[in-house]
């Protein structure tokens, strides 16, 4: 049977042909939708955790990310949409800040990623008297030879984790910035470019705001996702237990790729066919947030860019090779909502980027696209 998505609740729903074009009540949200009448709209609801779709698929990219993700899945329980979106930034190659409270597998998920993916992993452990020069390195006397040489510091890797970052000053997480946007690094006059890939996973606390130097707009806007585990559920946190009975899993993990697939991977992203009114859809959500009401600022093009790519990627990671409209009201939230300056006023209304965002979302009516249409 045909199948559209809620406009709501966007979850899926499946009709009989002969109501198409009537208007049913959603058996999940209770509104009114309208059922288009062309049975062969293009609609595909993307679940992060749909293991046939990871089965079946034969592209490269799927097969990478089926491999990555079951293999992370032995360290962290339960949070396979999460690892998913996580690889879905790494493969669109941009950074992930995850903003959690502590102890909910943060850094093993970084480490768990960096071992499968078969990347050097470096940690930095952020503090106010961290300095610039403890992250990117530093030119140091060598008196052999009357010289100095550079040091390089522990941004020099290929996933590096920095814990806590809003604990570091303003001046210490200006030395990411460079690294970030332009995957090089300028110490001393000299620029030294990073190995590829490059990725960086951010953490912080929203709780604990003591001691904290907050993270600028324009530092947010280079994350391509801003991301949350929360709490397992009773039987997963009893999974949990059983599996750290003896050693802790990361202890045993083994790489099941390397960085030269990575890179693939990341090239192949770059070829998943977008049609024209997919990147229209991108833009007039993008385009919603700076003309929204409750918004101070709304989101740059570098946000259209980055949920361009990510919905390359997310497709991709589910072995298809065009995108949907479907992936990328999924992903928007994860995208935008840390690049939306709310109005002080909005904010005492109690009113939260999310609230916006699904304003945003209902506002805008989703494209139809015909299956041939990917080829036209």
């Known amino acids: 049977m045909p199948k559209c998505p809620c406009h709501i609740c966007n979850q899926p729903l499946e009709y009989p042909e002969e109501l198409a074009g009537q208007q049913v009540e959603c058996p999940h949200c209770g509104t009114q939708t309208k059922l288009p009448v062309m049975s062969d709209i293009l609609v595909r609801i993307p ?13 490269p990219i799927a097969s990478v990310a089926q491999k990555v993700l079951s293999n992370m899945g032995k360290v ?6 999460t690892m998913a979106l996580a690889l879905t930034a790494c493969l669109a190659d941009g950074h992930v800040l995850f903003e959690d409270v502590p102890g909910v597998a943060k850094t093993m998920l970084a480490r768990a990623m960096a071992v499968s993916m078969g990347c050097p992993f470096k940690r930095i452990q952020c503090t106010p008297d961290l300095l610039p020069s403890d992250i990117s390195g530093s030119s140091v006397f060598n008196p052999k030879t009357t010289d100095f040489e550079f040091r390089a510091g522990p941004l020099f890797t290929q996933v590096l984790l920095a814990d806590e970052i809003n604990r570091a000053t303003p001046r210490a997480q200006s ?19 990073l190995e590829a890939p490059f990725f960086l996973i951010a953490t912080q606390n929203p709780i604990d705001h003591e001691g904290t130097f907050p993270l600028p707009e324009a530092q947010l806007d280079r994350f391509l996702m801003r991301l949350q585990l929360g709490y397992p559920g009773t039987d997963l946190e009893i999974q949990m237990l059983q599996n750290n009975q003896l050693q802790h899993p990361i202890e045993t993990l083994e790489a099941v790729t390397d960085s030269s697939e990575v890179l693939e991977c990341q090239a192949a992203v770059r070829n998943i066919k977008v049609h024209p009114k997919v990147a229209g859809y991108i833009v007039d959500i993008v385009e919603a947030s700076r003309n929204h009401d409750d ?10 860019l980055a949920l361009f790519r990510c919905a390359q990627s997310y497709a991709g990671i589910h072995g298809y090779d065009f995108v949907t409209p479907d992936d990328v009201k999924y992903l928007a939230p994860f995208i935008m909502m840390h690049r939306l300056l709310l109005k002080p006023e909005t904010r005492l209304r109690k009113r939260s ?9 209902n506002s805008i009516s989703v494209p139809q696209i015909r299956t ?3 080829n036209a």
């Open 47 to 59: 679940s992060a955790v749909d293991e046939s779709i990871r089965q079946s698929a034969e592209s």
């Open 76 to 81: 962290v329980v339960g949070k396979e949409e």
């Open 175 to 193: 030395a990411l910035l460079e690294a970030m946007a332009e995957r090089k690094v300028t110490v001393d006059g000299k620029t030294h470019a």
């Open 295 to 304: 918004i101070q600022l709304g989101a740059s093009p570098r946000a259209s």
């Open 353 to 361: 980027a999310k609230d916006i965002m699904r304003d945003i979302l």
């Open 372 to 374: 041939e249409d990917l």
